[in-house]
């Protein structure tokens, strides 16, 4: 047996308290510690606009979170790797969770033969305190995105949840999927993510507790807030309604 084989059976036979000992950081950020996009909306008073493209469900709205900072830190089922084709590791998020679950995640990483755009495949975590690291490949995207460049990102996404359910997992975090070194502009792929992850929890929201969008730069945060209450509505509790 290949000692990442063993490592990770290893790993899957401890308990959460067992586990944490083997993290690379103490710095590790708990599921309890991320708030609901339905708590958040509530904390940050935010202002619903009038025209939102899906009805308000605030069932779903306890299920997403918008959270800013590093991935890696996430205690939950599995993080999202915005890899590329080889899946031997490479700068930006990818590095940052290389380094972070250890050499052994490079080693199962080569035996994945690799991975197309818009496909995924999944490993072990390792040293990291998401149990699995979900590697997807975003379209390369200079400039406006094509259609097809706009369906590759939305795959990406999807088909990261379809692992997370075949795998039976309940919490996965995203980062902002090829807006960085694959040059996807900002806006339009939060567009494309919120839409995906808005149409895949109406039908499959009691198969996950939630979805995390973690964005890095202040743009990204900026650019959910401003979006979110479009896709997922909220209670304008606390907030006058801009007509009156
Ligand atoms: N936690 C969360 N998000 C992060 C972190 C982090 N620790 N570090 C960076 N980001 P990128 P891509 C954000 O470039 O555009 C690699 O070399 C970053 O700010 O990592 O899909 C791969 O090997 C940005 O918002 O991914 C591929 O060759 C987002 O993660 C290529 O880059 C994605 O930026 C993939 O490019």
Not at 217 to 231: Q, S, V
């Amino acid at each position: 047996m290949l000692i990442h084989a063993w490592i990770s059976a290893f790993l899957k036979g401890l308990n959460n308290k067992q586990r944490r000992e083997h993290y690379f950081t103490r710095d590790f950020i708990k599921l309890k510690q991320i708030p609901s996009w339905k708590e958040m909306a509530k904390s940050a008073r935010v202002k619903q606009p009038e025209e939102s493209l899906f009805p308000k469900d605030n069932h779903l709205n306890e299920k997403i979170s918008l959270f800013r900072g590093d991935i890696t830190k996430l205690e939950v089922d599995a993080i999202v790797n915005a890899a590329n084709s080889s899946l031997l590791g490479g700068g930006g998020v990818d590095g940052c969770i290389h380094r972070a679950a250890g050499p052994l995640l490079k080693e199962e990483c080569r035996t994945l033969s690799g991975c197309e755009t818009g496909k995924a495949k999944i490993s072990c975590g390792y040293r990291l305190p998401a149990k699995f690291v979900i590697h997807t490949v975003g379209p390369i995207a200079q400039g406006q995105p094509s259609a097809a460049q706009a369906t590759e990102l939305s795959d990406c996404y999807k088909n990261s949840l379809k692992l997370t359910i075949e795998n039976k997992l309940r919490t996965v975090a995203f980062p902002c999927i090829s807006t960085g070194v694959f040059g996807y502009p900002n806006d339009a792929a939060a567009e494309v993510v919120l839409n995906t992850l808005r149409k895949w929890l109406e039908e499959n929201k009691e198969k996950v507790d939630r979805l995390i969008i973690c964005v890095f730069l202040e743009k990204d945060d900026e650019i959910y807030k401003e979006k979110l209450p479009r896709f997922f509505p909220v209670d304008a509790s606390g907030v006058l309604p801009s007509r009156l």
